[in-house]
């Protein structure tokens, strides 16, 4: 007799636990295509701002001009290659658009027009001809606080250097700015 309802008891625990497994692999699959379908943040890229500090004697204004452009659009374009990003273009009025000019209130609403979730703000500071800075904020449009304030360091003032230090930026903002 116990025999029996062993085995009446194991006849009805298979199939159960079976459906569990298949509502549980139906739940993992609905979720996938749940996330699958999330659209990307789109984030507006403001230019940055540069500030020298160094003290150097030779005049490098168009140096770091073209290094600042390169920055920014490394930057931009290390971004657009994330699944969770999009990039979308400020249209500022007076061609700088960084967090100085026209600002940060302007470049909110600018991106807020565009689109965009958040803004990405920042501003380069060569302090010495080995060492360099980049601060950037990435802001919630619609909190109008910072998801992410970061403030990193890398040596060297040449083109590679500030490439490298655009790369890296783009990989901390997917990884840790970005919900």
Not at 102 to 113: F, N, R
Not at 121 to 149: F, Q, R
């Amino acid at each position: 007799m116990v025999k029996a309802s062993f085995n009446v008891a194991r006849r009805w625990c298979i199939p159960g636990w079976w459906a569990a497994t298949a509502l549980a692999c139906a739940s993992a699959l609905a979720s996938v295509a749940v996330a699958d379908t999330i659209e990307p943040l789109t984030v507006a890229v403001a230019n940055f701002d540069f500030k020298d500090t160094s003290g150097e004697a030779g005049h490098q204004l168009r140096d770091h001009d073209a290094r600042l452009t390169a920055f920014v659009s490394t930057l931009r374009d290390s971004l657009s290659k994330r699944s969770k990003i999009n990039i979308t273009s400020l249209a500022c009025q007076n061609g700088r658009c960084t967090a100085r000019e026209p600002g940060i209130a302007e470049l909110s609403k600018e991106a807020k027009t565009a689109g965009a979730n958040y803004l990405l703000i920042g501003e380069i500071h060569k302090m010495s001809t080995l060492v360099g800075w980049a601060k950037y904020v990435l802001l919630d449009i619609h909190t109008n606080k910072p998801t992410c304030d970061r403030f990193i360091t890398y040596r060297g003032d040449t083109g590679e250097a500030w490439n490298r230090a655009a790369r890296f930026v783009a990989n901390d903002i997917e990884k840790n700015c970005i919900p």
